[in-house]
T-cell receptor, first 111, second 114 residues
Framework: DQQVKQNSPSLSVQEGRISILNCDYT??????FLWYKKYPAEGPTFLIS?????DKNEDGRFTVFLNKSAKHLSLHIVPSQPGDSAVYFC??????????FGTGTSLTVIP | KAGVTQTPRYLIKTRGQQVTLSCSPI?????VSWYQQTPGQGLQFLFE???????NKGNFPGRFSGRQFSNSRSEMNVSTLELGDSALYLC?????????????FGPGTRLTVL
């Protein structure tokens, strides 16, 4: 049972534009969320997190939005750069339990 | 500070054999989690160890086991390997277990079962 879903396997965006990656979850008890970026042959790299007491968190070009009522979070990358091309994973957990990961979205930023 | 290290990076085994993978967490991190990544399946949680105790366990058969040592280093073992065990095995460490703390991943061990 996939508790965290990333329904878009891939996304292409022009350099300089905004990239929006989406993630849906089913467990309303999830209270901490992460985004990771993964390049081929490397482990995932932590990008940004958000706890359920917030609805937005920013770090430079990366902003994560959390909509608890819709059980939806999104990652915005502005402006997108070619080096952002990678697979992006969202993850969620309920305090005390394991992280559940989505299947990933492959982002391609076109120069 | 050194990152999470995993050894070996690549491994080829045959069906029926067993394998042991090793993970050294970031210094000071006491929680180690293991994940299996296969194409199209994302990261599937195997288990988490904190202070040498298993805290959480995913839905994998008993052929998959792990342990953590007093220095927080962790090993996972897969016995009686099957072709479907071919995957990237990732280890992640964090300062604490279960709370709002991020996990930091190692580069993974690519296991191929022939």
């Amino acid at each position: 049972d996939q508790q965290v879903k990333q329904n878009s396997p891939s996304l292409s965006v022009q350099e300089g534009r905004i990239s929006i990656l989406n993630c849906d979850y089913t467990n309303s008890m999830f209270d901490y969320f992460l985004w990771y970026k993964k390049y081929p042959a490397e482990g995932p790299t932590f990008l940004i997190s958000i706890s359920s007491i917030k609805d937005k968190n920013e770090d430079g070009r990366f902003t994560v939005f959390l909509n608890k009522s819709a059980k939806h979070l999104s990652l915005h990358i502005v402006p997108s750069q070619p080096g952002d091309s990678a697979v992006y994973f969202c993850a969620a957990r309920e305090t005390g339990n394991q992280f559940y990961f989505g299947t990933g979205t492959s982002l391609t930023v076109i120069p | 500070k050194a990152g999470v290290t995993q050894t070996p990076r690549y491994l080829i085994k045959t069906r029926g054999q067993q394998v042991t993978l090793s993970c050294s967490p970031i210094s000071g991190h006491r929680s180690v989690s293991w994940y299996q990544q296969t194409p199209g399946q994302g990261l599937q949680f195997l288990f988490e160890y904190f202070s040498e105790t298993q805290r959480n366990k995913g839905n994998f058969p008993g052929r998959f086991s792990g342990r953590q040592f007093s220095n927080s280093r962790s090993e996972m073992n897969v016995s009686t390997l099957e072709l479907g065990d071919s995957a990237l095995y990732l280890c992640a460490s964090s300062l604490a277990s279960g709370g709002p703390v991020e996990q930091f991943f190692g580069p993974g061990t690519r296991l191929t079962v022939l």
